[in-house]
């Protein structure tokens, strides 16, 4: 099977299937019946690094295909970039929620395990449908009617769009993709050399325009992103909206991934944190920070490019693929979570969702599942996120605080720092998600992911077709299929 037809097969075959389905349908007869070589001495047959999406749907199709895996995990939990912040009131999210109606590995794990998803609840933010948000330019005073206020010195067709609808509203301009691989067809070469910046002044953008997007980029400037990779990343969610609502999981996206790991046969140890990794075309072992070894007659790393590339590795790495590892970028984000004391938004008559160029970026209003409690979460992107790692946590809440405050006085007392989390400072994924510089995506794209002897590789970072969780899932099914192809021809 090739890649292509294996991405294929598992896209269309995925969509509302459970993982027992999509293994029996990947999986080649001979590789699960076929008996074991002796192998070197290795304590299972795959190894895989990291418990977030990626590695849990990789050792639940792995294990469904009747081979002893082992997941090891860095940090001191499950799931990566799947995090229920479950000690702040209301239950948000600090990574993924939003699960699209199109996830059919995402949600076929929800449905096996018993894991409900529910709609969001009212007034939820949204990649792609609207919702009313307050904005603020230059630090003036708030306002919901964007499209009429003075602040709003945007070109005269632009005026109605918000600076949430923006990118959105440029990018599907003349979208030159049909269907979300279509990404991947020579014709389409040149909008990957070319920047973000530039692909938006092609399509009209005004200079206010593109100082608004600057703002909101989550990429450190909008000429470090790839026009192409952002297209199509943007292509697939508009793609994916259109089957329907998208849902959330009830109890926290933790309760899924907890669920998977739970489903494995072999519990997962925590703080296994990669430190070396030596991979021979029949074996793959693994050293830890803490001295302990693992190994595997085979092995996938999930571990995100901003951390794998700093590991040593031991094997024949070829130069093209470590120069991918290098060139990959990772989005900024820091969300600074606020516990709500009373809503003030009552008593300004405002939205509590606000958009600023200021400092801090968003203040987005997370209703929540769990009564009386919704949660303000602070989101700063790209440039103006570098600027607050510098900050202590200290420092950092009491800006988010005073901004607040000062934009909407009804807000004083009413709300206290309750959770501060860094995703461009956070030692396991180091960025938000992955993504391409310009002229990156096409050069590197096919290389980026390829097997090192015995070692594989998955990650939302590897995603071909899909993105998110639901790309997380994409991608280790396909090493899932590289690999039990390589067994089964053993
Ligand atoms: C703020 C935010 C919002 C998002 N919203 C959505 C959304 O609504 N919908 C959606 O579909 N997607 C969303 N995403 C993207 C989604 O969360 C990711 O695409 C997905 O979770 C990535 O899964 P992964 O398994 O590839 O990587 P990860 O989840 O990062 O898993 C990698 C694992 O490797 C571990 N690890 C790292 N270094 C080491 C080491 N040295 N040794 C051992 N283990 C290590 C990590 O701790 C982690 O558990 C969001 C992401 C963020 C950050």
Known sequence: MTGADATILSRRGALGAGTAALVSAVMPAAAAAKPRRAAPP???????????????????????????????EGSDRIGGRCWTASDVPGRPELGASQIGPGYGRVRGNAADLGVELVLPPRGALSETASFSAAFSIGGAPPTSDWANSPMNR????????????????????????????????PEFRHIDVM?????????GASPEAIRLLEVGTPGWTLDTASALDTLRKNHYYV?????????????????????????????????????????????????????SVHSGRMAISTIPLSVMKDIPIRGAVP?????????????????????????????????PTMWTDGPIETFAYFPSLVPPYGSLVAITNGAASGHLDALSPAALGRLVIDELVRLRPAAAGQVEVAKIHNWSTYPFSKGHIGYFGPGDLCR??????????????????LCRVHAGIEGACESAENAVIALLDRLGSA
């Open 444 to 461: 590197y794209g096919d290389i980026v992911g390829k097997p090192v002897g015995a070692l594989y590789f998955a990650g939302e970072h």
């Open 154 to 185: 945007l070109a005269p067709g632009e005026k109605a769009l918000t600076p949430f609808k923006l990118l959105g509203h440029y990018l599907l301009k003349d979208d030159p993709l049909v269907d979300p691989e279509d990404w991947q067809k």
């Open 42 to 72: 290795a304590s299972v047959d795959v190894l895989i690094l990291g418990a977030g999406m990626a590695g849990l749907h990789a050792a639940r199709m792995l294990e469904q295909a009747g081979l002893s895996v082992q997941v090891i």
């Open 319 to 351: 130069a093209d693929e470590r120069a991918a590892w290098n060139r990959q970028r990772y989005y900024k984000t820091v969300y600074v979570m606020l516990k709500i004391k009373s809503n003030f938004w009552e008593k300004d008559g405002l939205p």
């Open 195 to 203: 920047s973000l910046r530039d692909y938006l002044l092609s399509k």
């Open 239 to 291: 793609w994916e909206g259109k089957n329907g609502p998208y849902h959330v999981v009830r109890d926290g996206m933790d309760a899924l991934t907890t669920a998977m790991a739970r489903s494995l046969k072999r519990p997962i140890p925590l703080g296994k944190i990669v430190a070396a990794i030596d991979a021979g075309p029949k074996s793959v072992r693994i050293t830890c920070r803490d001295g």
